[in-house]
C-alpha cells in the first residue's frame, strides 16, 4: 500500500458527459501528479501541483483540468468525454526531492474509466 | 526532446535466470533520476528502483539492480532469480527536476513473462 488513494476504482460514463477522479496523497506529501495510461498512448503525464499550485504540465486535453486544494488532495476533471478518453487515470504524490533528496513518486492504484 | 526508449516489447525468462531489460535515455539536463517500476496485470504501479544522474554507484534493490552507464544514457534493469510473480510490464521512467518544476517521462513498457 502506496499511501495514495483514488476514488472511484471504476467509473463507466457516456460521451459527452463529465466527471471527476479524486486523489488523496500520501501524508506529508505537497506534491500531486496525474497520469493517464491508455492502450495506443502508454503512461502519459498530464499535470503536476504542488502545495495547491499548478507547476508542470504534459499532455494533458483542454476538456480536462484539475486542482489541489488546501488539504493537499486533488481532483482531475474530464468533461465532454469522448470514447478515446478511457483509460486508467493514475495519481503519485511524492515529497519535494529539491529539499528532501527522495525522489520517488507513490502511485494511487488508479482510476479505470470507460466511456461508451 | 526528452525521451525514454525500451526496444523490448515483449521478453521471456526461465525461472531462477536473470534478465536484463533495456533503457535509453535522452535528455539535455545534468539532473535528473531514472525509476523502474512493474505493473502486474492487476493494474497498479509498483516503484522497484531509483537511480540519480549524480550517483556513482549503481542502484540495487534486493533482486533488482540498475545498471547506470551515462555516457551511452542507459539505465537498464537487471532482475536476478526470476520468480513466476515477476511476470508483468516493467516501465523505465525518468523524471527531471528544475527549480520550478519537475516532470516524470516514461518508456513504452516491456512485457516480460516467467516461465516455470
Known amino acids: 500500500d502506496s499511501g495514495v488513494t483514488q476514488t472511484p476504482k471504476h467509473l463507466i460514463t457516456a460521451t459527452g458527459q463529465r466527471v471527476t477522479l479524486r486523489c488523496s496523497p500520501r501524508?506529508?506529501?505537497?506534491?500531486v501528479y496525474w497520469y493517464q495510461q491508455s492502450l495506443d498512448q502508454g503512461l502519459q503525464f498530464l499535470i503536476q501541483?504542488?502545495?495547491?499550485?499548478?507547476?508542470a504540465k504534459g499532455n494533458i486535453l483542454e476538456r480536462f483540468s484539475a486542482q489541489q486544494f488546501p488539504d493537499l488532495h486533488s481532483e482531475l476533471n474530464l468533461s465532454s468525454l469522448e470514447l478515446g478518453d478511457s483509460a486508467l487515470y493514475f495519481c503519485?504524490?511524492?515529497?519535494?526531492?529539491?529539499?528532501?533528496?527522495?525522489?520517488?513518486?507513490?502511485f494511487g492504484p488508479g482510476t479505470r474509466l470507460t466511456v461508451t | 526532446a526528452q525521451k525514454i526508449t525500451q526496444t523490448q516489447p515483449g521478453m521471456f525468462v526461465q525461472e531462477k535466470e536473470a534478465v536484463t531489460l533495456d533503457c535509453t535515455y535522452d535528455?539535455?539536463?545534468?539532473?535528473?533520476?531514472l525509476f523502474w517500476y512493474k505493473q502486474p496485470s492487476s493494474g497498479e504501479m509498483i516503484f522497484l528502483i531509483y537511480?540519480?544522474?549524480?550517483?556513482?554507484q549503481n542502484a540495487t534493490e534486493g533482486r533488482y539492480s540498475l545498471n547506470f552507464q551515462k555516457a551511452r544514457k542507459s539505465a537498464n534493469l537487471v532482475i536476478s532469480a526470476s520468480q513466476l510473480g515477476d511476470s508483468a510490464m516493467y516501465f523505465c521512467?525518468?523524471?527531471?527536476?528544475?527549480?520550478?518544476?519537475?516532470?516524470?517521462?516514461f518508456g513504452p513498457g516491456t512485457s516480460l513473462s516467467v516461465i516455470p
Open positions: 501524508s506529508g506529501d505537497l506534491s
Open positions: 537511480q540519480g544522474s549524480y550517483d556513482e
Open positions: 501541483y504542488y502545495n495547491g499550485e499548478e507547476r
Open positions: 535528455t539535455s539536463d545534468q539532473s535528473y533520476g
Open positions: 521512467a525518468m523524471r527531471e527536476m528544475k527549480t520550478s518544476y519537475d516532470k516524470v517521462i
Open positions: 503519485a504524490s511524492s515529497v519535494d526531492p529539491h529539499t528532501s533528496g527522495d525522489y520517488e513518486q507513490y
